[in-house]
């Protein structure tokens, strides 16, 4: 059992910055790549961003490629959300997601994770 849990989340005025971290722990905390999604309450949950364990990240590039940065740190098993720059459009609950099988390219949807965390509310106001 892996467990993933996040941090960070909170509201924030158009232009400012959050930074959301997720932390993962229990039997394997070994993990290929991490990645980030949101959701908006009655839409599908999109991709964000992910990084492998070797520091290859990957962007949406539509919606947040420029503002968005992710990063790991391998030894506490954590990654990370740098958000600037953010947007009212950016509002969601955000989760972290983690998947321990290689698998080329880097995956973008998420059915292609393993374990997921319980999310975390990121609200812009404009």
């Known amino acids: 059992q892996v467990q993933l849990v996040e941090s960070g989340g909170g509201l924030v005025q158009a232009g400012g910055s959050l930074r959301l971290s997720c932390a993962a722990s229990g039997r394997t905390a070994y993990s290929y790549v991490m990645g980030w999604f949101r959701q908006v309450l009655g839409k599908e949950r999109e991709f964000v961003a992910a990084i492998t364990r070797s520091g290859e990240s990957t962007y949406d590039v539509d919606s947040v490629e420029g503002r968005f940065t992710i990063s790991r740190d391998n030894a506490k098993n954590t990654v990370y959300l740098q958000m600037s720059s953010l947007k009212p459009e950016d509002t969601a609950t955000y989760y972290c997601?983690?998947?321990?099988?290689?698998?080329?390219?880097?995956?973008?949807?998420?059915?292609?994770?393993?374990?997921w965390g319980q999310g975390t509310q990121v609200t812009v106001s404009s």
């Open positions: 997601a983690a998947r321990f099988r290689g698998i080329r390219p880097v995956p973008k949807t998420s059915g292609q994770y393993d374990y």
